[in-house]
Structures are given as C-alpha cells and as structure tokens.
C-alpha cells in the first residue's frame, strides 16, 4: 500500500460521502449515496474535506471489525469522531470512541 492518507468528504450534495486514497497505482474514490442502506442517518450542511493520516486511523481497524454500527462525525476544524457500537457475547452494548486531527487543509 503506497497511500498515507484517508481523505473523507462530506457534502449535502452528491457524492455526499466519499472516502479516497491516493498512492503510486492511482486513486480510490468510494461513494455513499445518502439512501444507501448502509446509511441510518446522514445530516450534512456544507461541503468538508479532509485528510487523516492513515497511521493514526489503523488502531481503530479492530474496533470496526467487532463493531455493528459505526458513527462517523467532523466537526468545523475537521476533527474525526468515530463511534463504534460493539456487542459482547450477552448481548450487552458498549461503545468505543476514537479521534484523530486532520492531516493537512485540503484546498476545494
């Protein structure tokens, strides 16, 4: 893998969630309509983009795999928020938080 950045965008219009990478082979660009059924619910009120060092998103990988929803969120500085809902084996909820700063202003 030759990406060191996850580039999300946000948008109240289309592609309205975008997840990118970039590396020697070329980019990847991931869509997520708003009404895609992996989406619960999706509030945007203007265009951010952002780039997070993937070094810094790779601890959360474990939470993502053990998890049943997930929360995505930014804030106006373009601070992550991940929210992971787990279940153990009782069936007991328990949430897992992570955070990361932006990597870098991406000019739109």
């Known amino acids: 893998m030759t990406s060191e950045v996850l580039q999300i965008l946000m948008s109240p219009d289309k592609p309205y969630f975008r997840l990118s990478t970039f590396g020697y082979a070329g980019s990847i660009h991931a869509d997520y309509p708003k009404d895609s059924d992996m989406v619960e619910s999706f509030q945007c009120e203007q265009t951010q983009t952002n780039r997070y060092k993937l070094s810094l998103l790779k601890p959360s990988v474990k939470a993502l795999s053990l998890?049943?929803?997930?929360?995505?969120?930014?804030?106006?500085?373009?601070?992550?928020?991940?929210?992971?809902?787990?279940?153990?084996?009782?069936?007991q909820v328990s949430f897992v938080e992570y955070y990361c700063c932006p990597d870098e202003d991406v000019e739109e």
């Not at 997930?70 to 601070?79: A, E, L, M, N, Y």
């Open 67 to 91: 998890s049943c929803k997930i929360s995505i969120r930014t804030d106006h500085r373009g601070f992550l928020s991940l929210q992971y809902m787990v279940r153990n084996e009782d069936g």
